[in-house]
């Protein structure tokens, strides 16, 4: 599997010292408080898991299943594949993603959570891919900028593969049939 990466975007080593960095941060604003952190699948999955793990406060985790991309490009809309266990009136969220792209899925949830009267929402992505930005939202944390390119790994698919990789690399164009 890893001679089908071109290249190494993004360590092992890099995400992991990133996860401690943000999980120091998390720990002091969410002190003395119980927030929900709200894993997007399936791509926030590694991130969250390796994150969640540097907070030091109490927390509840809770999952949310969004579609709006097809193969390689968003289909523009956003559906609701599966949704919370956990109310969300009144609680401090922090919404976890691996990527932000066009930013379409993002200001749906916040704009679903705003509706359903969450207290506050913030939003941590691994991945922030600024050029392809067609919405106004903007994460309050974010791990690496990435170039215009579809990346893959730590929770990024291409056709459901490569989601198990530790690090973000670019795959070789032959891999799409290129
Ligand atoms: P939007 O455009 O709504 O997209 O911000 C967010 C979701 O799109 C997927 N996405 C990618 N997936 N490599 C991937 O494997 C990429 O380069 C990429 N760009 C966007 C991703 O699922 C994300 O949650
Ligand atoms: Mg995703």
Redesign the pocket.
């Known amino acids: 599997m890893h001679s089908e990466i071109k290249e190494i975007l993004i360590s092992e080593e890099e995400i992991q010292a990133k996860c401690k960095e943000i999980g120091a941060q998390l720990t002091e604003e969410y002190e003395g408080k119980f927030p929900l952190a709200i894993g997007?699948l399936k791509?926030?999955m590694p991130f969250m898991g390796d994150l969640l793990k540097r907070v030091e406060t109490h927390l509840e985790m809770d999952f949310m299943d969004v579609s709006?991309?097809e193969g390689?490009r968003?289909s523009g809309e956003?559906k609701i594949e599966k949704d919370l266990n956990t109310q969300v009136e009144g609680r401090d969220l922090l919404i976890i993603?691996?990527?932000?792209?066009?930013?379409?899925?993002?200001s749906?949830l916040v704009d679903l959570f705003k509706y359903r009267k969450a207290k506050s929402i913030k939003i941590v992505t691994l991945?922030d891919?600024p050029t392809?930005?067609?919405?106004h939202?903007k994460a309050d944390i974010i791990g690496f900028e990435?170039p215009d390119?579809?990346?893959?790994g730590y929770g990024?698919?291409?056709d459901e593969k490569?989601r198990n990789l530790p690090y973000i690399g670019v795959l070789k164009p032959e891999v799409y049939g290129g």
């Open positions: 997007v791509g926030a709006s991309y390689m968003s956003v993603e691996d990527i932000i792209d066009s930013g379409l899925t993002l749906y991945l891919k392809g930005r067609t919405s939202i990435v390119e579809f990346v893959v990024l698919d291409y490569y």
